[in-house]
């Protein structure tokens, strides 16, 4: 099974940066398309932001120009840079595995970002 542990959300102020991370155990990274999902009070869940094993991105339009997904096989982590930060940001963000081979999808459990305005 898939294990993903995010981290890095917090409280930060409209205009700021924040940079979660995310950790990948359990099968080969290289075979999973990696992305972030984040759900904000009363909304439904939207995905910001994915990445291909070989790197190539896709973003939620607001979110373009803002935020940068990255992965570091390496590591077996990816990364969300999130700059310019918006109250309508907040929202709790949650990492994403999705198997290339059964399209099969794992869930980290979720970080919080409040951004205050």
């Known amino acids: 099974q898939v294990q993903l542990v995010e981290s890095?959300?917090?409280l930060v102020q409209a205009g700021g940066s924040l940079r979660l991370s995310c950790a990948f155990f359990g099968r080969t990274f290289a075979e999973f398309i990696m992305g972030w999902v984040r759900q904000a009070p009363g909304k439904?869940?939207?995905v910001v932001a994915r990445i291909t094993p070989g790197y190539s991105t896709a973003y939620e339009d607001s979110v373009k120009g803002r935020f940068t997904v990255s992965r570091d096989h390496?590591?077996?982590m990816v990364y969300l840079q999130m700059n310019s930060l918006k109250a309508e940001d907040t929202a709790v963000y949650y990492c994403?595995?999705?198997s290339l081979s059964s399209s099969m999808e794992y869930w980290g459990e979720g970080t919080l970002?409040?951004?205050s305005s």
């Open 96 to 98: 994403t595995a999705t």
């Open 113 to 115: 970002v409040t951004v």
């Open 74 to 76: 390496a590591k077996n």
């Open 44 to 46: 439904e869940r939207e």
């Open 8 to 10: 890095g959300g917090g």
